[in-house]
């Protein structure tokens, strides 16, 4: 539509314009011609009036020169020479400006008119210079000037009408050229605008056409399901179709404001500029490009582009979101991937169970093959020949019945008639017998189990059988063995059973279990022996057997009635298969020969501590003794010398356990008489000890009050010597009797308010001795668990060895408090006082050690060892620091409510 | 053998004679009666066989409590178990300080237990308090 249109348009255009250009052209050639005519007319009227002032100047000359002559003023003189010079100026100027010939011809006339005419002047003017007036008006009188100026006058005169004549001429051409001119440009003028008038509603027609055409692309824009766009090479789009607003969610102002590419997801990017830039660059078409745009709802549509390229770098491009299409493709292709696949694994199964029933048929252990009606092999598989001993095809065709299935396992004819698994051919049946034989080529029978499978035809007719059949012998055997294996176990376990719960005497034991190896070996005899080294003989400790025999229970019998104990004691076992037939026959094999035992072992029990005994069995028949009937012997007998280990080992704990019961027992007599004792020994010392100090202490003080005035001041010290000696006696002994009782009392278990007790010990204390220089303090003290009146007691001593120990200070100072360290609380009772060398810190809390001379600071050297053991008994610790001169603290723990130490944390 | 204030049980001669010094002192040992074992305060308090009944029960027994023959406690024992004897005042005077032989005694009835001081001035200010108290001061059931 666009490229057709502006033809007519164009043309008519161009048209237009070439003819109004003819116009102008015509028109600007007849205005050339026309300003010429002017310009001609012009200058004619400038000659003329250049001739006229010529002529005017030459008139001048000859008045200037006449009025000189006859006045002879020099002002004309002056007038007469300035004309004169100006005269070739204007003659020169008229010369150039006159162009035509005959006007030239007439100017070229007039010069030497014009020289003579100034000539003559001259003379006049000369003479009337030098002659005076007279001569002068003669002169001019000669009437000479006036034939000149005549002269010249007819020659202007000529030119003039000459001039006239051009003039004429020229306004004619110029009037002319005019009306040709105007004529021109009105026909040019009026042609011009009916081409424009025609142009323009063409133009507007035009344009009405490309403004309903617009509008139906508007429209298209608009309406289009697709998505339309322009873009530009910067990136940007130019105008979007509503279609992208309601595809991607973003408003118009949205798209429009960011490069489009921020909305392409980033891994299509570079595609997407890629694309662009050959559109761009190469201006190559876009007819299939996919990329993901990104939804406002921040999904990512999929969009099919189509794009064509602009030369002025503007892309035109339609999208549509296929995302669903995708999608839903897909799906299909999963669909048909996933049919595709199934088709294939279909196959191969199929494929697979093709292959699969040829290889069970050539490669599976089981025989297999086909009869027909007749009972003629059809087919026969690799492994059903090999099992019956011949080839398949020395099978093919043979009666399977007579050739391998004719006889039972007894060797009886095997009735064909009676055959199940040519029954299966006739009765429609399946057979199965799971304990028969078939006959191999070589004579040798095979145990088998066979199942035989009527075979119909396509019309269900039967048509022959098809059997399975197994080689069992294996089977079979390991039956057998498994059978005998259980039997053993059985046994074993039962023996195991008696074992563990010692229901039942070692003799009991191994009589059972003799019992059940008689079972499992058919052996007629069976014993089992103690040895005794000392006596050289062997105990029977168990026995079975049939007939006579000397072999009973608790019977005595030499060593030897075992077998050699040289081999026993190896480990090894005697084995005898025929007693008959010894080289050199023993006193055993005899006495056993006598007995009616033909083969016979003993297998020798043993512990860790060697031979105690020996298993030994019997048979009546000659027997080769097979090495499982020895691995079960070997068994028996090892679990008989557990049992009897075990019951030793019982006994054994049984008789430790009663004697360290007697010890216990008689310790603890001794313990409690001891403890007896002692308690004798303090209440003796208590009540007796005390007496004869009282009496030492009462008698001499009686003495000192008596007869102290009869005694001198050393008799008198003798006797003080003596009494204190007893008062420090006395208190040994409280101290002593104190620590021995707290050694046996079990602390009580109660809470215990320890300020109030150190406060009460305190005040105790020191109310007996106030001293105003003493201070001490008592802390708030955390309430501790444990006997009050031991805690008091530790409290107590501790305060007062403070005190006594600061006593000889200037200021005395003790305290008493508590800290918290790692989780527990420490006591300290705290002094200033004479300290102690932390070398013997050891020794602080001995009984009676001391670190002081009795003369320095009195006391027992019991009170310390005494809070120790208090201390301790409660589960506490206690410890000292100090320093000789500066003081000494006393720390001690105790548990908490539960009775136990912190842990230090 | 006529009524006593004290009777004393004592086996130790030099404790018995501290004890009498000590109440004579106090003008307190003009009426007292000496046995030297349990046996012999038996006999006494209940009457020997042979030699006719009781004296009139003391006004105080001072009770030792190891005795030969038959020890202290078990003469508390009779004591607070007979009808007649068992409102006489037993203060035992002893050694011990034997929680065991306090809790025993204060068990069967002892009106008082003292324990003997070594110290030969506290020792007599014992004896001296407690005669007094018993024999002046203290007002026996009638």
């Not at chain 1, 603290?889 to 912190?902: A, N, S, W």
Request: charged content about 30%; some cysteine; glycine content about 8%.
């Amino acid at each position: 539509m666009a490229g057709t249109r502006p033809v007519p348009l164009i043309v008519g255009f161009v048209t237009a314009l070439a003819f109004l250009g003819g116009v102008g052209a015509l028109n600007w050639q007849h205005s050339v011609r026309m300003g010429e005519s002017a310009a001609l007319v012009a200058h004619t009227h400038h000659v003329q009036t250049r001739r006229n002032r010529l002529l005017v100047l030459i008139l001048e000359i000859e008045s200037k020169q006449r009025a000189y002559a006859l006045t002879g003023r020099s002002e004309f003189l002056d007038k007469f020479e300035e004309a004169v010079l100006r005269l070739p100026q204007e003659e020169r100027i008229l010369g150039e400006l006159t162009r035509d010939e005959r006007q030239k011809a007439a100017l070229f006339a007039l010069k030497p008119l014009m020289a003579e005419r100034i000539a003559f002047a001259r003379q006049t003017v000369k003479l009337r210079q030098i002659s005076g007036a007279e001569a002068a008006a003669r002169q001019v009188a000669t009437l000479k000037g006036k034939r000149l100026t005549d002269e010249i006058r007819a020659l202007f005169a000529l030119m003039d009408a000459r001039g006239g004549e051009l003039l004429d001429e020229r306004s004619a051409a110029a009037r002319r050229e005019t009306g040709t001119t105007l004529l021109l440009g009105l026909t040019g003028t009026a042609l011009g605008f009916a081409l424009l008038i025609a142009v323009f509603a063409l133009v507007l027609r035009e344009n009405r056409r490309r403004q309903r055409a617009e509008a139906e692309v508007d429209r298209f824009f608009t309406f289009s399901l697709d998505m339309l766009c322009i873009a530009g090479a910067d990136g940007y789009f130019k105008r979007i179709s509503p279609a992208f607003t309601q595809a991607l969610g973003w408003s118009e102002e949205e798209l429009l404001a960011r490069p489009f590419l921020d909305f392409v997801h980033p891994d299509d990017r570079a595609d997407t500029l890629h694309v662009v830039e050959r559109q761009v660059v190469a201006g190559k078409k876009v007819l299939q490009f996919e990329n993901r745009y990104q939804h406002k709802d921040g999904s990512w549509r999929i969009l099919s582009w189509k794009s064509m390229p602009q030369p002025d770098g503007l892309m035109y491009a339609t999208a549509r979101d296929v995302t669903e299409r995708t999608q839903a493709e897909k799906e299909t292709q999963k669909l048909n991937d996933e049919l595709e696949r199934r088709v294939r694994e279909r196959t191969a199964e199929l494929d697979g169970q093709r292959q699969h029933s040829e290889l069970l048929l050539n490669s599976i252990g089981e025989g297999l093959y086909g009869l027909d009606l007749d009972g003629l092999v059809t087919f026969m598989n690799p492994a059903g020949a090999e099992i019956l001993g011949y080839s398949a095809a020395e099978l093919l065709g043979q009666p399977m019945h007579a050739k391998c299935h004719h006889a039972y396992a007894d060797g009886r004819p095997f009735p064909r008639e009676d055959c199940p698994i040519y029954a299966a051919k006739r009765d429609g049946q399946v057979h199965h017998n799971s304990d028969d034989v078939m006959w191999r080529k070589d004579g040798s029978a095979v145990a088998v189990e066979y199942t035989s499978t009527p075979m119909r035809d396509k019309e269900g007719q039967l048509s022959g059988a098809i059997v399975v059949f197994r080689d069992i012998t294996v089977r079979k055997l390991a039956e057998k063995a498994l059978r005998r294996q259980a039997d053993r176990l059985r046994n074993l376990h039962e023996t195991d059973m008696s074992i563990l719960q010692a229901l039942v005497s070692p003799e009991a034991i191994a009589q059972t279990s003799l019992h059940h190896l008689r079972d499992l070996l058919r052996c007629e005899r069976a014993s089992v022996g103690l040895f005794d080294a000392e006596k050289k003989q062997v105990r029977v400790l168990a026995a079975e057997a049939e007939g006579a025999t000397v072999v009973q229970i608790g019977k005595d019998l030499p060593e030897e009635a075992y077998g050699d104990l040289e081999i026993l004691r190896r480990g090894q076992m005697e084995i005898v298969d025929d007693l008959h037939g010894a080289a050199s026959p023993r006193a055993v094999s005899r006495v056993l020969q006598v007995e009616g035992a033909r083969s016979w072992i003993s297998v020798p029990l043993r512990t860790e501590r060697g031979l105690i005994g020996a298993l030994s069995l019997g048979w009546t028949a000659r027997r080769t003794i097979a090495p499982e009937d020895v691995e079960i012997a070997v068994e028996v007998a090892a679990q008989i010398a557990v049992a009897l280990e075990q019951s030793r080992l019982l006994q054994e704990s049984k008789r430790h356990a009663a004697e360290l019961e007697r010890r216990v027992q008689e310790r603890t007599r001794e313990l409690a008489e001891a403890n007896k004792e002692l308690e004798a020994f303090t209440y003796s010392v208590s009540h007796d000890l005390r007496a004869p100090l009282r009496a030492i202490e009462g008698f001499s003080r009686m003495l000192v009050d008596g007869y102290g005035g009869r005694l001198d001041d050393e008799g008198r010290r003798l006797l003080g010597v003596v009494r204190s000696s007893t008062a420090r006696m006395a208190r040994l002994i409280d101290d002593l009797l104190d620590f021995s009782r707290i050694g046996r009392k079990v602390p009580e278990r109660q809470e215990v308010d320890m300020s109030a007790l150190a406060r009460a010990a305190v005040e105790e204390l020191v109310g007996e001795k106030p001293v105003p220089s003493l201070k001490v303090s008592v802390g708030e003290l955390p309430a501790a668990f444990g006997d009050r009146a031991l805690l008091r007691q530790v409290l107590a001593n501790l305060i007062g060895n403070a005190l006594k120990y600061s006593g000889k200070k200037a200021a005395p100072a003790v305290e008493v408090g508590s800290a918290r360290e790692g989780g527990e609380t420490v006591y300290f009772v705290k002094d200033n006082g004479a300290g102690f060398d932390m070398r013997y810190a050891g020794k602080l809390f001995g009984v009676f050690q001391r670190l002081h001379h009795e003369g320095e600071f009195e006391g027992t050297g019991v009170g310390l060892a005494l809070a120790d053991r208090i201390v301790r008994r409660h589960g506490g610790r206690i410890w000292a620091e100090g320093k000789v001169g500066e003081g000494a603290v006393f720390r001690f723990t105790l548990p908490d409510k539960k009775g136990e130490i912190h842990e230090r944390s | 053998m006529n009524a006593v204030d004290i009777l004393l049980v004592e086996d130790n001669p030099h404790d018995a004679e501290l004890t009498i010094k000590a109440l004579a002192e106090k003008r307190l040992a003009n009426r007292i009666w000496h046995v030297k074992d349990g046996a012999e305060a038996l006999d006494y308090l209940f009457g020997a066989p042979g030699r006719g009944p009781a004296p009139a029960a003391p006004k105080v027994v001072l009770l030792d409590l190891k005795l030969p023959k038959v020890d202290g406690m078990e003469v508390l024992a009779k004591m607070k178990a007979d009808e007649r004897l068992k409102l006489v005042p037993v203060v035992i005077l002893t050694s011990s300080k034997e929680e065991r032989d306090l809790l025993e005694s204060y068990r069967l009835g002892v009106n008082s237990y003292i324990v003997k001081p070594v110290d030969f001035d506290q020792f007599a200010k014992s004896v001296q308090e407690l005669g007094l108290y018993w024999l002046l001061l203290n007002e026996p059931p009638r």
